[in-house]
C-alpha cells in the first residue's frame, strides 16, 4: 500500500497519459495481462478517462489512439498529401517521446532511495485494503513538505534497555553519555 500511496505523489500528481488531469488511478505501462509486472517500476499515474481508454493496450498502440484523436480532423484524405501518412506519423513520435518522457521522470521519482525510504519509514503498515485514496487526502502536505525538504530520515529510535521489576519487564531510556 505505501507504494502505491508512492506512485500517486508522482507527475506532481497529473496523468502521464494526457498530461492534463489530476489523478487518482494507478496504471501498468505494460499490461499485468501483457506480462507486465504488478511492481512499482511498471506503474505510473493516470486519470480515469485514460486509464479507461488505454485499459489492457499497448502504450504506442494507446499513444497512436490519442494522437490519431487529436488531429485526425487535419489529417489528409490522401495518405501522401502534405498531412497524409508521414505527417501523422510525425505526430504519433512526438507525442509517444512526451508520454515517454513523463514515465522516465516518474520512473526517476520513484527511484529516489530517499524519497522511497521516506514512504516507506512512515507507511508501511497499511494494509493492502485500506482506502489509499484517503491517505492520499491526509498525507499531501506531508509529502510536499517532505519533498521540500530532500526526503529528511527520521529522527532515529531512542536507545533502551531492559530493566527487570517485580511485575515483569520494563524498558527505560538509556541517558546521553552513558553505555549500554
Known sequence: MWIRLMVLFTNMGRCVYCDDAQSEEIDHVVPVKHGGWDHWVNMVLACGPCNQGKSDKGLLAWVAELAYQRYGAEASTWPHGNKGLGWMRER?????????????????????????????????????????????????????KAREEGWPKPPPPPRMRVIRTRLGQVMEPIPEGETA
Request: hydrophobic share 40%; proline share 2%.
Open 92 to 144: 504519433i513520435d512526438h507525442e509517444f517521446d512526451e508520454v515517454m518522457a513523463r514515465i522516465d521522470g516518474v520512473k526517476a521519482e520513484l527511484d529516489d532511495e530517499a524519497r522511497s525510504d521516506w514512504f516507506f519509514d512512515r507507511y508501511w503498515f497499511l494494509g493492502k485494503n485500506d482506502p489509499v485514496y484517503l491517505w492520499r487526502g491526509w498525507v499531501s502536505s506531508r509529502v510536499e
